[in-house]
T-cell receptor, first 116, second 113 residues
């Protein structure tokens, strides 16, 4: 149980385009999902907390107009990187917290974004 | 302030050796959770264990064991009889009152055949 999928696993795009990443909890409902960014050889950096049916809470320094998050259902959250630039290239990881699991976050496999 | 420290940046051992990964945390909360995650080269984070702050019992799961010591604010992870497949980056994390994870910097574990 507690499987989280993420799509796509890899994406290469041109500078200026927008990229949408989907995060789905496959076998549980997730009121809360989290979006992280990870640079090479570094730890995870929380970008935002996504709550179903409400606006996402962004961490300090993360542009909400740049990284659009939508949590439309209890099993799906999307992150859209708008007008992507090379500096947005990174490994993006989502996680989902199942209600009643005592804070445990289950992670998706990640999305490798490369902006040319 | 809450903080998680994994002082070992990288550890390299030969297969079948035992290895311990250290984790020290700081928090003012009386109730909190501690976690270990494994990140293999594929990038996916694999949940290993969650420990409640009120439960100081050590836990063993196969070749993995965890030693939680509130007196020293440590939550160390030991792999016995290491295998090449154990090679990965291991993260220790602390859950705050908002259910957000405070991450350590990670320890890269290299198991040589």
């Amino acid at each position: 149980g507690a499987v989280v999928s993420q799509h796509p696993s890899r994406v290469i795009c041109k500078s200026g385009t927008s990229v949408k990443i989907e995060c789905r909890s496959l076998d549980f409902q997730a009121t809360t999902m989290f979006w992280y960014r990870q640079f090479p050889k570094q730890s995870l950096m929380l970008m935002a907390t996504s709550n179903e049916g409400s606006k996402a809470t962004y961490e300090q320094g993360v542009e909400k107009d740049k990284f659009l998050i939508n949590h439309a259902s209890l099993t799906l959250s999307t992150l859209t990187v708008t007008s992507a630039h090379p500096e947005d290239s990174s490994f993006y990881i989502c996680s989902a917290r199942a209600d009643g699991t005592q804070d445990t976050q289950y992670f998706g496999p990640g999305t490798r974004l490369t902006v040319l | 302030a809450q903080k998680v420290t994994q002082a070992q940046t990288e550890i390299s051992v030969v297969e079948k050796e035992d290895v311990t990964l250290d984790c020290v945390y700081e928090t003012r909360d009386t109730t909190y959770y501690l976690f270990w995650y494994k990140q293999p080269p594929s990038g996916e984070l694999v949940f290993l264990i969650r420990r409640n702050s009120f439960d100081e019992q050590n836990e063993i799961s196969g070749r993995y064991s965890w030693n939680f010591q509130k007196s020293t604010s440590s939550f160390n992870f030991t792999i016995t009889a290491s295998q090449v497949v154990d090679s990965a980056v291991y993260f220790c994390a602390l859950s705050d009152s908002n259910y957000q994870l405070i991450w350590g910097a990670g320890t890269k574990l290299i198991i040589k055949p």
